[in-house]
Nanobody, 126 residues
Framework: QVQLVESGGGLVQPGGSLRLSCAAS????????MGWFRQAPGKEREFVAA????????YYADSVKGRFTISRDNAKNTVYLQMNNLKPEDTSVYYC???????????????????WGQGTQVTVSS
């Protein structure tokens, strides 16, 4: 089992920045792909970004490319999502995910995914 705990959400004005954190525990993550998804009210859950823990290879949804950066800290067993130039349409609950079965970071777009955190709310509003 992998436990994922997100933090760092909140209210931010358009154009602002936030950094989400996901603390992982329970397993060695070297063979895992980690990811972030988001879900806005009344909308389907959508892929945001992914990173392969060992190699650091990353992949992003087109809607966040150039604004969001996913990274990981091996010593802290933590994945981050740095979000810059936030827009009102980025308002969502953001979920951290993990899966050992994905062979590529691109595959993290596809269900099913083994482990999910509880989510953290991000609201972009003036």
């Amino acid at each position: 089992q992998v436990q994922l705990v997100e933090s760092g959400g909140g209210l931010v004005q358009p154009g602002g920045s936030l950094r989400l954190s996901c603390a992982a525990s329970g397993r060695t993550l070297s063979d895992y792909v980690m990811g972030w998804f988001r879900q806005a009210p009344g909308k389907e859950r959508e892929f945001v970004a992914a990173i392969r823990w060992s190699a650091g290879r990353t992949y992003y949804a087109d809607s966040v490319k150039g604004r969001f950066t996913i990274s990981r800290d091996n010593a802290k067993n933590t994945v981050y999502l740095q979000m810059n130039n936030l827009k009102p349409e980025d308002t969502s609950v953001y979920y951290c995910t993990a899966d050992v079965r994905k062979t590529t970071v691109q595959a993290m777009c596809n269900m099913p995914i083994s482990y999910w955190g509880q989510g953290t709310q991000v609201t972009v509003s003036s």
